[in-house]
T-cell receptor, first 112, second 115 residues
Framework: AQSVSQHNHHVILSEAASLELGCNYS??????LFWYVQYPGQHLQLLLK??????LVKGIKGFEAEFIKSKFSFNLRKPSVQWSDTAEYFC??????????FGTGTRLTVIP | GAGVSQTPSNKVTEKGKYVELRCDPI?????LYWYRQSLGQGPEFLIY????????DSGLPNDRFFAVRPEGSVSTLKIQRTERGDSAVYLC?????????????FGEGSRLTVL
C-alpha cells in the first residue's frame, strides 16, 4: 500500500530562516506529487505540484520542491520564510488510482 | 459561488443518530472527493466520484458510511448510527477532470462532533 511520510511534525523558525520540510512516499510506479498548505482558519490549497519533467518545481509564494526519484522524496523548500508562512503543510501523492493520499502534515510556526 | 461549498459548517449530534453532510462543488468540475481529517492527522481519503458514479469508494471505513452524487454535481455524505469515533472534519474537494491531472479545490469542511 502506498503511504506518505512527513517526519517533521512541528517546525519553529525565525523570520528569514531557510525552510526544508521532508516528504517521503512509498510507491514504485509513476507518481504525481503535491504540496498543499492550510493557513489558520482557511481551507487547503495547492502550493505546488510535480507531474513530469524538471524535478525542481516552483510554486506560489517563493516555495519550491525537488523530486528525487531514487530517494522517493519530494521535499519542500523556501530560502527565507515570513511570518505569513505560518501554516500546516501537507505532502500528497497520486499513483495508479485517482485519489490523493496525504501525509500527516507539518505545522510551521514562524516567529517574527 | 466561486468555491466548493460545504454545509453545515458545524454539526453536533448524539451517538446513534443519522447525519448528512452536503458538498456543492465548483460548477463544471466532474471529479468530487470526500476526505476526513481528525485532529493532528492529514486528510484521509474516503470516496471519489467521477460524474455520478463512485469511481473509488475504498476509503469508506464501513457500511455506515455512504455517499451519493445523483446528478453529477452536489454530493451528500451520509453517516448512519454515528459513533464518537466519527467525530472529525469532513472535507470535500472538486477537480475539473480527474485529480491525477489537475488541482483539487477544497471546501472549508464540515466539523462533525458526536457526543
Amino acid at each position: 500500500a502506498q503511504s506518505v511520510s512527513q517526519h517533521n511534525h512541528h517546525v519553529i523558525l525565525s523570520e528569514a530562516a531557510s525552510l526544508e520540510l521532508g516528504c517521503n512516499y512509498s510507491y514504485g510506479g509513476t507518481v504525481n506529487l503535491f504540496w498543499y498548505v492550510q493557513y489558520p482558519g482557511q481551507h487547503l490549497q495547492l502550493l505546488l505540484k510535480y507531474f513530469s519533467g524538471d524535478p525542481l518545481v516552483k510554486g506560489i509564494k517563493g516555495f519550491e520542491a525537488e523530486f528525487i526519484k531514487s530517494k522517493f522524496s519530494f521535499n519542500l523548500r523556501k530560502p527565507s520564510v515570513q511570518w505569513s508562512d505560518t501554516a500546516e503543510y501537507f505532502c500528497a501523492v497520486i499513483s495508479g488510482a485517482n485519489n490523493l493520499f496525504f501525509g500527516t502534515g507539518t505545522r510551521l510556526t514562524v516567529i517574527p | 459561488g466561486a468555491g466548493v461549498s460545504q454545509t453545515p459548517s458545524n454539526k453536533v449530534t448524539e451517538k446513534g443518530k443519522y447525519v448528512e453532510l452536503r458538498c456543492d462543488p465548483i460548477s463544471g468540475h466532474t471529479a468530487l472527493y470526500w476526505y476526513r481529517q481528525s485532529l493532528g492527522q492529514g486528510p484521509e481519503f474516503l470516496i471519489y466520484f467521477q460524474g455520478t458514479g463512485a469511481a473509488d469508494d475504498s476509503g469508506l471505513p464501513n457500511d455506515r458510511f455512504f455517499a451519493v452524487r445523483p446528478e453529477g454535481s452536489v454530493s451528500t455524505l451520509k453517516i448512519q448510527r454515528t459513533e464518537r469515533g466519527d467525530s472529525a472534519v469532513y472535507l470535500c474537494a472538486s477537480s475539473l477532470n480527474s485529480g491525477r491531472t489537475g488541482e483539487l479545490f477544497f471546501g472549508e469542511g464540515s466539523r462533525l462532533t458526536v457526543l
